[in-house]
Every structure is written in C-alpha cells, then in structure tokens.
C-alpha cells in the first residue's frame, strides 16, 4: 500500500507553490489507490505564522482534498525525535559542536550547490576544543557519496562531505533539526512515497543518511518543479506570503486554481470541464494521473499575476 504525505510548514499561508506539492502528492499517492497523510511541520515555532494553518487547512478543505486519519503536529513529537537521537548518540555517530555560525563562516569552503549551505568544517569532530560549550549537536559523515532516483529528477547523487559536512541534528536552539524530523515522522506512520517541492532536492541526501543510520526504509522520492518568480527567480517572501484565499472566492475559483496546478504539473485537463467543482476536479485528474508527464524545470506560472 502506497503511503504518502503532504507536510506545509504554517510558517505562512497556503500558496500557489504550495498548493503544486499538495496536488502532486496527492496525485501520486491516490491514482495508486494509496493513503495520503498531512502532517503540520510546525517544528519551528518561532517562525510558525498565527493563522497559517487554519487558512492551510480551512484552504485544502474548499478545493476537495481529503486526508487519511488526523494531521500530525511535529510540535508534540518531540519524545520521538529525542529517542531517535539517543539512538544516534547510542551507535556513537553525533558529537557536541560548539562553533557558533559567524566562526563556520569564517572557515567554511565556499558553499556549494544551493543557498546559504556552508560545509562544516569539522573543529569539534575529535572532541571540543578547550574551554568551549557545546551548542548544537552533529552526525558525522561518511566519505561517500549518497545517489538514490528520483520519479522526476531523475538520478541524484551528493557527496555529503562536501556538500554540508557533519550536519546538525539538534541546533543550538535546543530545537530538533528539521533532517531528523522529516524522517522519525514519516517512518513512524509508514509514510513509504515522498513527493514535495524540489527545493528540498538538495537536502534528500541527508534525510536518507539518516534512515540508514536509524534503520528506516527509504521512501521512493519525487521532487516536483517549483513555481517561481516572472524572472525565474526563488520566489520571494512577499509573494508566497499570499493565501490563495485571500480575494478569492474559493467555491467558485477554487477549480481554476486546481486546473492551475495540474497544468503546472503537466497533466491533461482537456476532460476536465472548467464548471467542474474542485472535488470533481481533483478527482478527474486521479483518473487522468500521467506521473511521466511532470515537467523537472521550475517555472513561473501567471496565477500569480493578481
Ligand atoms: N514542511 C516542508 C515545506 O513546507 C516540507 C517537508 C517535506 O515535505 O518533507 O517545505
């Protein structure tokens, strides 16, 4: 049995980009007659937005979703996030860092590959140094490279080494790393078919490590194209600020915003009529579902355009 998930972070509203994931997963996870989850990643309470996941939830309601069970909240799952962890301290792979960020900075190798990445350069491996704290927790890494296959991205490999070095698993915060979440979460419900944005591509590597070490099954992946900007550049904050409900009217736009995202993903709509309601929408395209079709590029996609 299919088990697949889509898990928004309430740190800002439903928008178009996030809307592509839900679709996608749910895509994915129905047309194989599967369960679909929806887990809050909410982890990061200082970034979690007040209102946020109501308008999520209240949002994937109007456009016909439905979800298999209750929503998991990572915010209460902290026990098994820390018994995960004992369990990597226990097998002797996660040592105490005590550099704070500006001292990696100062050090790193220049980032490679995707956005603020510094590869850590390894200070505290062998033991902390004199006289320091410890801050945040790390897992060490191997010195191969990890390559799994991904549905629409084909084969990806990264050297973990190279790419981010040791990585944290418990910040200096106090705050579980979102790697180790991901991953105690979806093994813990059995979640077996990932399907999310491909912005989180590049971290893959790391969560796979991690089911490896903790003796997980790695789930099949699928990271979907990303909507960007006219210019086709990362979105900015303000733009996926926007609900998709705000200056909506979700009962009778809410079909051409699925028609939207399918088209986005590349599926036939042509059978689908546009005086369909969202439900009846989503539930052609589950029929219709051709995962060969999903384009790999990010693009912009004028529904933006507002
Ligand atoms: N919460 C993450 C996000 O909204 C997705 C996590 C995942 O799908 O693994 O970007």
């Not at 105690?184 to 399907?195: C, K, L, R, S």
């Amino acid at each position: 049995m299919i088990i697949g998930r889509f898990a928004p972070s309430p740190t800002g509203p439903l928008h178009f980009g996030s809307l592509v994931a839900a679709v996608g997963s749910y895509l994915f996870a129905r047309s194989a007659g599967g369960r679909w989850l929806l887990r809050i990643d909410d982890l990061d309470r200082p970034r979690v937005i007040p209102g946020a996941l109501d308008d999520i939830l209240r949002t994937l309601e109007m456009l016909g979703f439905e979800w298999d069970g209750e929503p998991v909240r990572q915010s209460r799952r902290s026990e098994a996030y820390q018994e995960a962890l004992t369990r990597l301290e226990a097998s002797g792979v996660v040592y105490p860092c005590g550099c704070s960020r500006g001292e990696i900075a100062r050090i790193a190798s220049a980032p490679h590959g995707s956005g603020d990445e510094l590869a850590y350069p390894g200070t505290c491996r062998s033991g902390l140094p004199a006289g320091r704290e410890p801050r945040a927790l790390r897992v060490r890494v191997p010195a191969e490279e990890i390559s799994f296959r991904d549905a629409v991205c084909g084969t990806y490999r990264q050297s973990l080494a190279a790419v981010c070095g040791d990585f944290v698993v418990r910040r200096a915060d106090g705050l579980f790393a979102y790697h180790l979440a991901t991953v105690v979460d979806d093994a813990a419900v059995g979640v077996n078919q990932v399907v999310r944005g491909a912005d989180l591509l590049f971290s893959t590597p790391r969560q796979i490590y991690l089911q490896r070490l903790l003796g997980f099954r790695q789930p099949d992946y699928c990271h979907l194209p990303l909507v960007t900007a006219p210019d086709g550049a990362k979105l900015s904050k303000r733009d996926s600020a926007v609900s998709l409900a705000a200056g909506r009217n979700l009962l009778t736009e809410g079909g051409a915003l699925l028609l939207g995202a399918l088209q986005f993903l590349g599926q036939p709509t042509v059978g689908i009529l546009s005086a369909a309601t969202a439900r009846e929408i989503l539930a052609a395209a589950v029929q219709d579902f051709v995962p060969e079709r999903i384009p790999s590029g990010s693009a912009f996609f004028p529904l933006l355009e507002r």
